[in-house]
């Protein structure tokens, strides 16, 4: 089974917490991150956080919903959870394109020993649009 964690970014530590999401909200109305192992909770800005996938890239790095990838080290994407398909996939174009069809980033298909995180949408989502 694979561990449920969350990372976000902090509003006032500006760096990324990793932990418990929680629908706790501060006077501001943001909601909190709890660190694991840790009874503070750490408000952060919404629209940063993103869910663990359980996944590791081909250098040992988690893998979080709003990552940006390299596959093949060649094509650029991020990590988005799709809904209708129940599963994290590799996006890019910022048209909803699935990379190689249907495909999931899945450890029985192979697809992490080629993908690498090189950063996420929140700090450098430049990287996109130049590719």
């Given amino acids: 089974m694979r561990e449920i964690k969350f990372r976000a970014w902090n509003t006032s530590s500006y760096k990324w917490i990793h932990g418990s999401y929680a629908q706790v909200y501060d006077t501001d109305r943001n909601?909190?991150?709890?660190?694991?192992?840790?009874?503070?909770f750490f408000a952060v800005i919404p629209e940063t956080v993103g869910q663990f996938t359980g996944l590791l890239d081909k250098n040992g790095k988690e893998v979080y919903e709003g990552d940006i990838v390299r596959w093949n080290d060649k094509y650029i994407g991020v990590i988005e959870w799709n809904i209708r398909m129940s599963g994290y996939y590799f996006m890019r174009n910022g048209s909803g394109f699935q990379f190689h069809g249907q495909q999931r980033i899945n450890p029985t298909h192979g697809g992490l020993l080629h993908v690498e995180v090189i950063d996420n949408i929140h700090e450098n989502p430049s990287l996109l649009e130049e590719n």
């Fill in 31 to 40: 909601p909190s991150i709890v660190p694991m192992g840790d009874n503070r």
